[in-house]
């Protein structure tokens, strides 16, 4: 798997973003934070993170990538589509489902927060906030499984965190960190995440770590926010036996009320500076290009 698209040597770094809205400063910061890391003589991709059809738009894919290529960033070799890359990440889903590493589950969100809420034992929240499934239907028996999906019951695909766990052994998972070395990681705080549901057909995270591995990234970059949930996909590379990259997390940027930047709150987009005769080496500026590297 790690070889199929492009086996490399080097430093290999990615920025991917997902084109959900128009491009801000926080996108150029990360982008350029990326492709210095694989400066001199590495190689910098760029991937599309549209595996989300609802919010994905291919405007803002057309944009995303005349805007980056407008404030001055390079990158090697073509572009990855992750929605073009459904069949694999189904292959994955498929050994996850033959070796009993991933369930079918029926919960609805608000039957998840009642059954979160009466569960008072458990922990209630994932270190990214969501809330930690209890794990209701995992014990279902496999006819009752086959009973409700032949019935036509939307439902998610899990990964059983505890098996997996077990499945890949004694001692702590840990990530490197490339500026401040090994950091125990610990999947079981995000409870049995979904990797796939009706909607959207592969996660985020398994998505994330087939591509990463699949392009031989050997360093990922990416913002702070994105720290804690690298504990779940340092698990499914050792359950896939995907190559482990290094990772380095940079502040998300702010704006003057110290909120981060975000596409739904309207931050400044790249295509407005530029339509207001901002210059590609003053939004740069802006973006901090050239800071978070040192910070
Ligand atoms: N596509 C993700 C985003 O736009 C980032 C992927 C990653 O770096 O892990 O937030």
Redesign the pocket.
Known sequence: MASELCPSRGVVTRF???PTGPLHLGHVAAGFFAARHAAPSGRFLLRI?DIDMRRCRQQFIDETLEDLAWAGLHWSGAVIRQSGRMGLYRETLEVLTDRDLVYPCFCTRSEIAREVAEAASAPHHAPDGSLVYPGTCRSLDAATRVRRIAAGEPYALRLDVRRAMAEIGDGPLTFREADRGDVVCDPLAFGDVVLARRDIPAS?NLC?TQDDAAQGITL?T??ED?RDVTAIHRLLQELMGWPAPDYMFHPLLCDAMGRRLSKRDGALSIRAMREAGMTAGAVRAAAGVGLLSEG
């Open positions: 991917a973003p997902s993170e985020y994330v990922v990416r913002g994105l």
